[in-house]
């Protein structure tokens, strides 16, 4: 066995050393980077950026409103992408068309999608006249506080079809013979649910639900494509901030509000594998 191993080595150091390179050097050269004060001699400063960036207004606007996005956007992807994928499930193989057309968004070029977005919530444009039709007035969905809901859908739609896949393969892996026998036992679906379908797909769900808090600290994207550099102050996000100091080649600042963020994920995710934890060992 130690042999075998030997010999993968040799294999598995090219991918080694370009890890160490891009992405292992480079995260603790930035920590040490945004404890500086980037001047010429890059004097030692400690903590004193860090003191510096939380205390800015922009810095707390964007980690306010990233957050609040997180918030509404993680949760909504995952209880939409379970119910979709429990409904194809069931209308399986009829549904094996609208199983396929969940990852055309992937497909799409981001250009596309942001003018049929645009299109579709202008003043004089489709949603606005759906609103119109029920009595309602126009809105100005590209302004404001409004423009969260076409940031969010667009969130949505476009991260949608990978957690119907993961959640498909979970439920597809379930024997039928489990729900025959439950059934033929009076077993009621709510019972079915909670002492087959739950404990056997945790382990996925907890992934898909990573995932999905993932995608939302990564909604700049939709932000950028929607809103631009500099959108209102409802989706200004922490990534805009890092954008912007970057721009103005603020390097101090940029590392020091993403490593402020990495914490904050950090401790969140930490938090989530407890919880994980805690409910496999509830389940089982």
Same mark, same amino acid.
């Given at each position: 066995?130690? +042999? !075998?191993?030997r010999?993968?080595?040799? $294999?598995?150091?090219?991918?080694?050393?370009?890890?160490?390179?891009?992405? &292992?050097?480079?995260?603790?050269?930035g920590?040490?980077?945004?404890? +500086?004060?980037?001047? $010429?001699?890059?004097?030692? &400063?400690?903590?004193q /950026?860090?003191?510096? &960036?939380?205390? %800015? #207004?922009? $810095?707390?606007?964007?980690l306010? /409103?990233?957050m609040?996005?997180?918030?509404?956007?993680?949760?909504?992807?995952?209880?939409?992408?379970?119910?979709?994928?429990?409904?194809?499930?069931?209308?399986? #193989?009829?549904?094996?068309?609208?199983?396929?057309?969940?990852?055309?968004?992937?497909?799409?070029?981001?250009?596309?999608?942001?003018?049929?977005?645009?299109?579709?919530?202008?003043?004089?444009?489709?949603?606005?006249?759906?609103? +119109?039709?029920f009595?309602?007035?126009?809105?100005?969905?590209?302004?404001?506080m409004e423009?969260?809901?076409?940031?969010?859908?667009?969130?949505?739609? !476009?991260?949608?079809?990978? =957690?119907?896949?993961?959640?498909l393969?979970?439920?597809?892996?379930? #024997?039928?013979?489990?729900?025959?026998?439950?059934?033929?036992?009076?077993?009621?679906?709510?019972?079915?649910?909670?002492?087959?379908?739950?404990?056997?797909?945790? #382990?996925?769900?907890?992934?898909?639900?990573?995932? =999905?808090?993932?995608?939302?600290?990564?909604?700049? !994207?939709?932000?950028?494509?929607?809103?631009?550099?500099?959108?209102?102050?409802?989706?200004?996000t922490?990534? %805009?901030?890092?954008?912007?100091?970057?721009? !103005?080649?603020?390097?101090? %600042?940029?590392?020091?509000?993403?490593y402020?963020?990495?914490?904050?994920?950090?401790?969140?995710?930490?938090?989530?594998?407890?919880?994980? %934890?805690?409910?496999?060992?509830?389940?089982?």
């Open positions: 066995m130690y +042999t !075998k191993k010999l993968v080595l040799p $294999f598995l150091l090219p991918g080694l050393i370009g890890i160490l390179l891009f992405y &292992v050097v480079p995260f603790f050269g920590i040490w980077y945004s404890m +500086t004060d980037g001047s $010429f001699e890059n004097a030692f &400063v400690g903590f /950026n860090y003191s510096n &960036v939380w205390q %800015n #207004p922009m $810095f707390q606007l964007g306010k /409103n990233t609040e996005l997180s918030l509404i956007c993680a949760p909504g992807l995952f209880l939409l992408s379970f119910a979709l994928s429990v409904l194809l499930n069931r209308i399986r #193989p009829a549904g094996t068309f609208f199983r396929s057309s969940v990852l055309l968004p992937y497909l799409m070029p981001s250009s596309a999608v942001l003018i049929i977005w645009l299109l579709w919530f202008d003043f004089g444009g489709p949603v606005n006249r759906l609103v +119109t039709l009595g309602g007035g126009r809105v100005l969905w590209l302004q404001g423009l969260r809901y076409p940031v969010i859908l667009l969130f949505l739609w !476009k991260n949608l079809g990978f =957690c119907v896949v993961i959640f393969a979970a439920l597809q892996a379930i #024997p039928d013979a489990l729900y025959e026998y439950a059934t033929l036992e009076g077993a009621s679906f709510t019972r079915q649910a909670f002492s087959i379908t739950l404990p056997l797909i945790v #382990p996925s769900a907890f992934l898909v639900f990573i995932l =999905c808090w993932v995608n939302a600290f990564r909604i700049f !994207k939709e932000v950028y494509f929607i809103g631009g550099a500099y959108p209102d102050e409802p989706l200004y922490l990534q %805009n901030y890092m954008n912007n100091m970057y721009g !103005k080649l603020n390097y101090q %600042n940029v590392t020091t509000a993403a402020s963020f990495a914490l904050i994920v950090f401790a969140l995710f930490g938090v989530l594998f407890y919880l994980q %934890n805690r409910a496999q060992q509830g389940l089982s």
